[in-house]
């Protein structure tokens, strides 16, 4: 493994063959921890980055490949995101023309592992805030020619990329600021054909149903969230006319209702009971998953889950639908005790049984 070194400084080599030679041997033991372990004794990353977008296709991609797999090493992943590559990574990923532009995608979904990737990203706190962003979901919500974007092949790193970056309160604000309309244009994709565009999507969703002030505009007629999961989950289930009183028309008895399949991908639906636990997270949120007749489509979608964990969060939202607010509000009057350290309310904590791992 030692002599790994002696073939780092062939990656400034003039000549192209030799660069590639020198590369070939690198990238194919990269994926190695002993090797990694070696190699980042030395300037390799500096080096590397330095390769990434050489005009000789076969060095482009062994030197992107390089990089991927050195980010399974966290102190190589911090060296790598601290070197200002999020703008060529950005570049690659977003050029249409470029035959390389998954594997720049999958190395810039490697770096938004890290909260200093999703900063840099973002450009938190800059002029340009959330261009990159922008530019990213545009990939996948602008179709090309008479592509249709719900079948698109394109895109699953950068749903992954988007992904990351709302596991942190600062993505989640670019996300879901109104003015640039980013959150409410990635919403149709979670109709896409690809299950994992769609998981993408479902979990985008629920990392910004966690944040309890956006639960308004989460739920308003404009974005409605709320119909978009529960169609996942809605079935073949034929309601009553009672039943789907003041539930949006999405959501009503078709005439093809019985062939209609629930989603068939376990963390799809993990993640859609979630995003409704989270929002249960507030009393006005809950009026208004009532008002909109969550519970009979959920009723109806646990006697068919067989995840125990999935059916034991459907019971936790159950619970919450059919508490008695009123009851329980002049109770809490009658035995109220003032403590000046008190942050929230009992109800209101039963949302935090499931938390976002922040990065």
Same mark, same amino acid.
């Given at each position: 493994?030692?002599?790994?070194?002696?073939?780092?400084?062939?990656?400034? =080599? @003039?000549?192209? =063959?030799?660069?590639?030679?020198?590369?070939?041997?690198?990238?194919?033991?990269?994926?190695?921890?002993?090797?990694?372990?070696?190699?980042?004794?030395?300037?390799?990353?500096?080096?590397?980055?330095?390769?990434?977008?050489?005009?000789?296709?076969?060095?482009?991609?062994?030197?992107?490949?390089?990089?991927?797999?050195?980010?399974?090493?966290?102190?190589?992943?911090?060296?790598?995101?601290?070197?200002?590559?999020?703008?060529?990574?950005?570049?690659?990923?977003?050029?249409?023309?470029?035959?390389?532009?998954?594997?720049?995608?999958?190395?810039?979904?490697?770096?938004?592992?890290?909260?200093?990737?999703?900063?840099?990203?973002? *450009?938190?706190?800059?002029?340009? *805030?959330?261009?990159?962003?922008?530019?990213?979901?545009?990939?996948?919500?602008?179709?090309?020619?008479?592509?249709?974007?719900?079948?698109?092949?394109?895109?699953?790193?950068?749903?992954?990329?988007?992904?990351?970056?709302? *596991?942190?309160?600062?993505?989640?604000?670019?996300?879901?600021? @109104?003015?640039?309309?980013?959150?409410?244009?990635?919403?149709?994709?979670? *109709?896409? @054909?690809?299950?994992?565009?769609?998981?993408?999507?479902?979990?985008?969703?629920?990392?910004?149903?966690?944040?309890?002030?956006?639960?308004?505009?989460?739920?308003?007629?404009?974005?409605?969230?709320?119909?978009?999961?529960?169609?996942?989950?809605?079935?073949?289930?034929?309601?009553?006319?009672?039943? %789907?009183?003041?539930?949006?028309?999405?959501?009503?008895?078709?005439?093809?209702?019985?062939?209609?399949?629930?989603? @068939?991908?376990?963390?799809?639906?993990? %993640?859609?009971?979630?995003?409704?636990?989270?929002?249960?997270?507030?009393?006005?949120?809950?009026?208004?998953?009532?008002?909109?007749?969550?519970?009979?489509?959920?009723?109806?979608?646990?006697?068919?889950?067989?995840? =125990?964990?999935?059916?034991?969060?459907? =019971?936790?939202?159950?619970?919450?639908?059919?508490?008695?607010?009123?009851?329980?509000?002049?109770?809490?009057?009658?035995?109220?005790?003032?403590?000046? +350290?008190?942050?929230?309310?009992? +109800? +209101?904590?039963?949302?935090?049984?499931?938390?976002?791992?922040?990065?």
């Amino acid at each position: 493994m030692d002599q790994l070194t002696e073939l780092v400084p062939f990656l400034q =080599e @003039q000549k192209p =063959e030799i660069k590639i030679l020198a590369l070939q041997h690198i990238a194919g033991v990269s994926g190695e921890q002993p090797a990694r372990d070696v190699l980042k004794k030395t300037n390799i990353i500096n080096l590397l980055i330095r390769l990434i977008g050489d005009e000789n296709q076969t060095i482009n991609r062994l030197t992107l490949t390089t990089l991927i797999n050195f980010c399974q090493d966290n102190d190589m992943l911090n060296d790598i995101v601290k070197r200002n590559i999020v703008p060529r990574l950005v570049d690659g990923t977003t050029d249409t023309k470029n035959k390389l532009r998954e594997i720049y995608s999958i190395l810039l979904s490697n770096i938004t592992h890290t909260k200093e990737g999703c900063i840099s990203l973002m *450009q938190y706190g800059r002029e340009l *805030q959330g261009f990159y962003i922008l530019k990213l979901s545009n990939l996948l919500t602008v179709s090309e020619g008479d592509e249709d974007i719900l079948v698109s092949k394109k895109g699953a790193w950068v749903v992954n990329i988007l992904l990351n970056i709302t *596991q942190i309160e600062e993505g989640r604000n670019i996300i879901l600021n @109104q003015e640039n309309a980013i959150f409410k244009s990635l919403l149709p994709l979670i *109709q896409h @054909q690809s299950v994992v565009i769609r998981r993408g999507i479902v979990g985008i969703i629920r990392n910004c149903c966690f944040s309890e002030t956006d639960h308004p505009y989460l739920l308003s007629e404009s974005i409605d969230v709320l119909t978009k999961i529960l169609l996942l989950i809605r079935g073949s289930d034929i309601l009553t006319d009672e039943e %789907m009183e003041g539930m949006n028309q999405l959501l009503h008895n078709k005439p093809e209702q019985a062939s209609i399949e629930r989603e @068939q991908d376990k963390e799809t639906r993990k %993640m859609v009971i979630e995003s409704l636990i989270f929002l249960t997270g507030t009393k006005e949120s809950r009026a208004i998953l009532r008002d909109k007749k969550t519970y009979p489509i959920i009723r109806n979608y646990h006697l068919t889950e067989k995840d =125990e964990t999935i059916g034991e969060n459907i =019971e936790k939202i159950v619970e919450m639908l059919i508490r008695d607010e009123e009851e329980e509000d002049t109770t809490a009057k009658e035995n109220k005790v003032v403590e000046m +350290d008190t942050k929230k309310d009992d +109800d +209101d904590n039963d949302a935090s049984t499931i938390e976002i791992e922040e990065i």
